[in-house]
C-alpha cells in the first residue's frame, strides 16, 4: 500500500514537471498563433496586392505607338519599368517575366470588327517571339515570383477579380457607336525570365484586311 502511494506520487510529479517543460515552448508558440489569426483575419475581404481601379488610369502616353488603317485603329504603351507596374498593381510584374502591354482600339468608321478574330504578336530586336498569355496564368506567375504561397483564398479572389478590370476585352464585337476600348495585353519573356530593359519591341497585330505593326522602341 506503501508502495502504491509512493508511485501514484512520483507519477504526480512526472506530469507537473512535464507541464512546467513544456510551458516555455508554449509561451514562444502564442505570439506566432496570435500573429496568424490576426493576419488571417484581416486579409479576409482584402486584395492580396492593393490593385488600382482602371478608371483612374491617365491618358495613354503621347509618344504611345500607333497605327491608323482607315476603318479602325491602334495605339500601344508597354509599362516597362517597375515602377509603372507598382503603381497599377502594387506588384513587380517584371520579375516574373510578364511585360504588359496597355492596347487603345478606335473604331473610326464602318462595319462592327470582330476582335476575337485579331491575333497578336511580340517580338523584340533578336527575333524571339514574347508569348501571350492568359489573366489566369499571368496571376500564377505573379504569386510564384513573388514567393506568395499562404494566402486567404478570398483574398486571391478579390486579387483575382480586380487584376482581371484591366484585361483587354477580345471577346465582344467592337461597334462604332462604342468607339473606343482598351485593356491590357500580358506577355511572358522568351524563357520567361524577367524583364529588363527589352530593345527594339514590335508589336504584330494580324485578323484584320492588312497587318497593324506598332514600335515600341
Known sequence: MQHARMLRIKS?????????????????AAPLVLAALIL?????????????????????PANSAAVNLGT???????LLTDEQSQELFESNLLLAGLLPVR??????????VELKTLR????????????LISTKQAIGRILKANSV??????SRKTFEKEFRAYELDLKSTLWHAERQRQGFLIFVSPGKEPVSSPHGLVLTIDGLGQPAILHFN
Open 72 to 78: 479602325i485603329s491602334f495605339r500601344a504603351a508597354p
Open 12 to 28: 504526480e510529479l512526472s506530469e507537473q514537471t512535464g507541464l512546467e517543460h513544456d510551458q516555455p515552448r508554449f509561451r514562444k
Open 120 to 131: 497578336f504578336h511580340l517580338r523584340d530586336a533578336a527575333g524571339k517571339e514574347w508569348k
Open 103 to 112: 492596347l487603345e482600339i478606335v473604331h473610326t468608321s464602318g462595319e462592327a
Open 40 to 60: 488571417f483575419t484581416v486579409s479576409c475581404g482584402t486584395s492580396l496586392y492593393k490593385v488600382k481601379p482602371p478608371a483612374l488610369l491617365p491618358p495613354m
Open 149 to 154: 504561397y499562404a494566402y486567404n483564398p478570398s
